[in-house]
């Protein structure tokens, strides 16, 4: 019987394309054990935004909640997000923060770890691969991430040379990631044939959004086209820019006589259990109903929804809404400026802000922002084709030479370690507390002058009550 299994992203990418990752580990403990045994290929539940949002808004221990996944979902795969050199932040961490940050992700309790590089510079994901291959339990699976865009030069035999490198570095499973949703149907069928031929024995995933309303049709075509396994949200926290329903999907496969693994029964009651959750986060405003309804736009502009948004926000902000037009049109000459990169965040919020800048400003380039410069530099990695000489000539000068994200110095042990106990001194507790401090210092700081006053306190009403 054919198979096409099904990762589960309710606790991670619904969560966070919903409703900004605010949701608490105790909101979502008591359904763990029925979702541990509902069939699912993973349970993607940690990194991408969660590990800044327990520290950030959430008050949790991000590496406290993983355990307490692990413990409750003793069976099937934990799943993590990692934006390769960047781990879950914005800059390049040295090779040994990378490798321990990777150590203890497994440790705690990590089975899969899915690593992208915004650029697909394959070398921004390389130390990441490599340390999952060390700390590997014989549970462990490295997954390749292409992320997913459209231009010139993003064929279906550059995705496909993608995929052979990843498989020649060693990852086991390919995952395509379509974040702004905008793959559709033919394209994948044609894309996920032509991979599937060349490397036809490594599991390949599709991860994409519902913004744009392809999802649906892209899946199916993707299922016909030889697809293992799909990414999908319980449906109540399904659509929009979240994922596909998971529901849907198995009774769609189950009359297609696929073989999705999943319990129905099990599936339902994940579903029946976050339906109030759900409402108590529309009730309170955090979960905005806009972010569910389907927004045909970005297929028009190949960029994100959340892109436009911003944009949409930023104009209104300086009072030039009536210049959003302009702006639109002007994102594509900056993205081939820039050598088409994927409009993937940091990417799509820096192509934005620049061409919003050249519309207000009224010359192109006249001011660059400081992020697109170091991108420039080459800071970030190789951009997918050459940048615009005379970008390059404006932001290096004269004699002016570029940066490669892989030198010595990302290379290097650094002393984030030591600066980290040395910085937090009694308020650090584990290895894990200095981690979360080198990747979000002033978050993991306030969070654990929290956990101390917390726990104070509490010591305090304990004697009180004796
Ligand atoms: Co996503």
């Not at 009651?269 to 045909?296: E, R």
Request: glycine fraction near 6%; charged fraction near 25%.
């Amino acid at each position: 019987m054919k198979k096409v299994q099904i990762t589960e992203t309710v606790l991670r990418d619904a969560n966070q394309s919903l409703m900004a990752t605010r949701l608490p580990y105790a909101d979502y403990e008591d359904i763990l054990p029925v979702m541990d045994k509902a069939g699912y290929y993973s349970v993607e539940c940690w990194g991408g935004a969660t590990f800044d949002s327990c520290l950030r808004y959430l008050n949790e221990d991000p590496w406290e909640r993983l355990r307490n996944l692990r413990k409750n979902l003793p069976n099937c795969r934990l799943q993590m997000l990692l934006r390769g050199q960047n781990l879950l932040g914005y800059k390049h961490y040295h090779d040994d923060v990378v490798e321990k940050f990777i150590e203890f992700s497994i440790k705690n309790g990590i089975d899969v770890i899915r690593i992208f590089d915004a650029l697909n510079d394959f070398r921004n994901i390389k130390t990441a691969l490599e340390a999952t291959q060390k700390y590997a339990t014989d549970k462990t699976i490295a997954s390749g991430c292409i992320s997913y865009t459209q231009s010139p030069v993003h064929t279906v035999d550059k995705y496909i040379e993608m995929c052979k490198e990843l498989k020649s570095m060693g990852f086991q499973t390919i995952c395509l990631k379509d974040m702004a949703g905008t793959m559709t149907p033919y394209e994948a069928e044609h894309l996920i044939k032509g991979i599937k031929d060349a490397v036809g024995d490594m599991p390949l995933i599709l991860h994409t959004h519902s913004t744009t309303g392809m999802a649906y049709m892209t899946l199916t075509k993707a299922i016909d086209a030889g697809i293992d396994v799909i990414d999908t949200a319980t449906s109540c926290f399904s659509g929009g820019t979240s994922q596909p329903a998971t529901e849907t999907m198995f009774y769609a496969l189950q009359q297609y006589g696929i073989d999705s693994g999943l319990d129905e029964e099990a599936i339902n009651k994940v579903n029946d259990y976050f339906k109030p959750i759900k409402q108590k986060y529309v009730d309170n405003g955090q979960l905005n109903p806009k972010s569910m309804a389907t927004d045909a736009q970005a297929l028009v502009y190949k960029v994100p929804g959340g892109m436009l948004s911003n944009m949409i926000a930023n104009l209104k902000d300086m009072n030039a809404l009536d210049k959003f037009d302009d702006a639109l049109k002007e994102i594509p000459e900056v993205r081939k400026d820039l050598g088409y990169p994927p409009l993937v965040t940091p990417l799509s919020q820096m192509v934005g802000n620049q061409a919003v800048t050249n519309v207000l400003v009224g010359e192109r380039y006249k001011n660059i922002s400081k992020e697109v410069k170091n991108y420039i530099k080459g800071e970030y990695g190789i951009a997918p084709a050459p940048v615009s000489e005379e970008l390059i000539n404006k932001v290096l000068g004269e004699g002016g030479k570029p940066v490669d994200c892989r030198d010595e110095d990302v290379k290097r042990t650094g002393a984030e370690f030591e600066d980290a106990k040395k910085a937090l001194g009694d308020l650090a507790r584990s290895e894990e507390d200095l981690m979360s401090y080198i990747c979000f210092p002033d978050q993991a700081k306030k969070f654990f002058e929290y956990r101390k006053a917390k726990e104070e306190n509490e010591a305090v009403y304990t004697i009180e009550e004796m």
